[in-house]
Nanobody
Framework: QVKLVESGGGLGQAGGSLRLSCAASGRTFSTYTMGWFRQAPVKEREFVGRECVASVNWSAGTIRYADSVKGRFTISRDNAENTVYLQMNNLKPKDTAVYYC???????????????????WGKGTLVTVSS
């Protein structure tokens, strides 16, 4: 069974940097499609879905970023450590959210994977950016 564990969240300052890690166990992830998602804090009775901020299809070599983070966030991996990273630079208060990593080995296309369900999710790590 694949397990994803995020780490590296915490308190950051506007303009600063944080690096999130997602360690995968149980399966080699070299052929996964993986994504970093985030869900902003919500008020009672308010629903906010998870936004995919970065994704990578290792097999196809394609990487995509949400417009909101393009030029500031970078997704990368360390095969030896079976870990994927999200380097977040020039942080903004609007980046405050719980960040999740997720993997799909059933679908290589992320949109399809999101539609039909990612195969594994981590439990998330909270990032808070102060102004």
């Amino acid at each position: 069974q694949v397990k994803l564990v995020e780490s590296g969240g915490g308190l950051g300052q506007a303009g600063g940097s944080l690096r999130l890690s997602c360690a995968a166990s149980g399966r080699t992830f070299s052929t996964y499609t993986m994504g970093w998602f985030r869900q902003a804090p919500v008020k009672e009775r308010e629903f906010v879905g998870r936004e995919c901020v970065a994704s990578v299809n290792w097999s196809a070599g394609t990487i995509r970023y949400a417009d909101s983070v393009k030029g500031r966030f970078t997704i990368s991996r360390d095969n030896a450590e079976n870990t994927v990273y999200l380097q977040m630079n020039n942080l903004k208060p609007k980046d405050t959210a719980v960040y999740y990593c997720a993997a799909s080995w059933t679908y290589s296309d992320l949109a399809t994977a999101i539609r039909y369900g990612m195969d594994a999710w981590g439990k998330g790590t909270l990032v808070t950016v102060s102004s």
